[in-house]
């Protein structure tokens, strides 16, 4: 039997969706910390800025295009997209000749999704009800951009806070789609599927029953997710939300998990927000299937 103490020795954790180490150091906790801290500022926004370049009714940025008098979520194609659908084809360099230097042209459409109209709140702060129209826009554009010849990927994601680099305190997120498959995500589907062909069970399906059993690293839960600290948690304060049932994408979603997802959604930035006492600046994404493989 191992006498390895979680809370005291160092040891390496291992990610099975990644394949990959984290090295862990609990007793460095124990160091005395003399660390910066920070007065929190009050959040003096209103709820409506006409120079918001976000918000319903006004110019978005450089005057280009104007938003419409929105009431719940609003979507359009980023004004500054990382990604663009006419890149031309073609490719520097090659892997299999250990070139050193290698690029190839990529595809994609970049959306962005206004959570609600208001400047002045949060994800941590909607109710259910609007964040479930926030997950409904998310399906609806999962369906449409999955729908373009050159997509592979949907990824969905919210960067919040300044601290954070998200370059505007409108509550919004974005949507990127890609003519590959980022690399995470691939890592995960390749590692999720050795382990199905090893066990012949899923491993998030057992990974959930694990920590429902143990209790020890749950955040929250409701009756189609669970929000945990990973075991092998990077991040200071991570988490990871996972269906309790294998659900490929949002598109297999029902009606109650889509409910069930806002709710969840709400209730781990909730935590955030009361645990540091201030608007908590995160990232978030949405791991999902390929659209080119959403059946299995």
Not at 39 to 51: A, G, L, V
């Amino acid at each position: 039997m191992s006498s390895i103490d979680y809370s005291e020795h160092p040891h390496r954790r291992y990610n099975p969706l990644q394949g990959t180490w984290v090295l862990c150091s609990p007793h460095r906790a124990k160091r005395p910390w003399q660390g910066q801290q920070e007065e929190i500022p009050k959040d003096t926004r209103p709820e409506y800025d006409p120079d918001d370049y976000l918000g319903p009714g006004n110019s978005r940025s450089g005057g280009a295009a104007v938003n419409p008098k929105y009431t719940d979520t609003f979507v359009f194609d980023n004004d500054f997209q990382a990604l663009l659908s006419d890149t031309p084809s073609g490719s520097v360099g090659s892997i299999e000749n250990d070139d050193l230097i290698v690029a190839t042209a990529v595809t994609g459409r970049c959306r962005v999704v206004c959570f609600s109209p208001k400047l002045n709140v949060t994800v941590a702060e909607m109710d259910v009800a609007g964040l479930r129209k926030v997950v409904d826009t998310w399906c609806d554009e999962y369906e449409m951009l999955s729908k373009l010849d050159y997509v592979q990927y949907v990824q969905i994601f919210e960067n919040k806070g300044a601290m954070n680099g998200c370059s505007n305190p409108h509550p919004h997120g974005q949507i990127w789609s890609t003519g590959y498959i980022p690399e995470n995500p691939s890592r995960e589907l390749s590692n999720l599927e050795g382990y199905y062909k090893r066990k012949g069970s899923h491993m998030l399906e057992d990974y959930v029953k694990l920590e429902l059993e143990a209790k020890d690293r749950v955040v929250c839960e409701n009756d189609s997710f669970l929000a945990v600290v990973p075991f092998w948690a990077v991040w200071p304060f991570e988490t990871m939300i996972v269906s309790k049932k294998r659900i490929p994408s949002l598109l297999q979603f029902n009606d109650q998990e889509k409910t069930d997802l806002a709710d969840i959604y709400r209730r781990v930035t909730c935590r955030y927000d009361n645990l540091f006492l201030t608007e908590f600046p995160y990232s978030m994404g949405i791991h999902q299937a390929p659209v080119i493989d959403m059946s299995s």
